[in-house]
């Protein structure tokens, strides 16, 4: 037991340092280059009031307005989305879940598209009716669960399905009728994934919906770890497992709705990711959703890092996460085969 936490601290600890370090190469990685001194002088000038050459006033900007909202988010998008991946693959005990088995991605999409081809403040637009419409599409599989109300774990995936269906159909339509030339293409790229918009005020909003939500996660991992066991174990230690489902559920779609309509689709971080986090130390919540936030974020700053460095073109951050996931989720299959990890 002992050694046990002497391990999981030590891999926390290692993650942290490497997520600090992360952090600060994001800051200067990129099309505007930032060297390690330039950074120091640009962030004690901001502390001290302290005028800098004119040959770092644009390097200044670009990092208080562009690089260093974009880093935070990426942290923010990797831990929600981490996190939110770990706990609905608890609550449905099944590893192969991902924050949008309820639709909320395929409304936030649908949102976005609708918003992209309406006339007025296109961008405000765009996060109001993803937000709206993945919120939305959780509420309809949830609805639908309750009206059936047999066996509400299958159910409630079923529903899912019906509902991710139902918006992909709408999203084939907005798609029909949009502009070839013109929405088309912005809904295309939308979809793929990319913190190239964000501003301080996406912070401001994105931050408090998943920080709460991560903090109450944190509070509730002990509970996490008996609605794993099925509902007739959680009743017989005196929980009420409809009740934390439907409470967890919805904590999990606002953060991922919030996410989606901030930065578009971002796959795989919510699947893979608390593979990762079981992989090195093991299935209990207490330990495993730390390390999961950790992770998510690493992963998401290292794929973010990767889609503007790699070329002078920026690439979307979903191709990254996508083409990264996909293989690192294989080896994790075949490395914990036969060891009941599915």
Known sequence: MIKSMKNHNTIFFLLTVLLVLLFLSSLMMGRLEISFSQLVTIIL???????????????????????????????????????????????????????????????????????????????????????????????????????????????????????LSFFNALLMIVKYFSD????????????????????????????????????????????????????????SLGMNPSAFRFILIVISSFIVAMSVATCGQICWIGLIIPHMARTLVGPEHEKMLPVTALLGAIFMLGADGAARSISSAEIPVGIITAFVGAPVFGFLLYKNRGSGWL
């Not at 918003?115 to 599409?137: E, K």
């Not at 920080?211 to 609605?227: K, Q, S, V």
């Open 45 to 163: 000038s901001k502390i001290t009031g302290k005028e800098i050459s004119d040959t770092l006033v644009t390097k200044s900007l670009g990092f208080w307005w562009i690089r260093f909202p974009r880093c935070i988010m990426a942290v923010i998008i990797g831990t929600g989305l981490a996190v939110s991946g770990a706990v609905y693959q608890a609550l449905f005990r099944n590893p192969l879940v991902s924050p949008d088995i309820l639709g909320v991605s395929a409304g936030c999409t649908f949102g976005a598209a609708l918003g992209l081809i309406l006339p007025g403040d296109t961008f405000s637009l765009v996060h109001i009716l993803a937000f709206f419409f993945g919120l939305a599409a959780v509420s309809m599989a949830m609805g639908i669960a309750r009206l059936i109300s047999i066996k509400p774990i299958i159910v409630l995936v079923l529903s899912g399905m019906v509902v």
């Open 180 to 235: 070839p030339f013109d929405e088309l293409p912005s809904i295309i790229f939308w979809i793929m994934g990319s913190l190239s918009r964000v501003t301080w005020q996406d912070i401001f909003i994105a931050l408090p919906v998943t920080g709460a939500g991560i903090i109450l996660f944190m509070l509730l991992r002990f509970r996490l770890n008996i609605l794993s066991l099925g509902d007739i174990q959680a009743k």
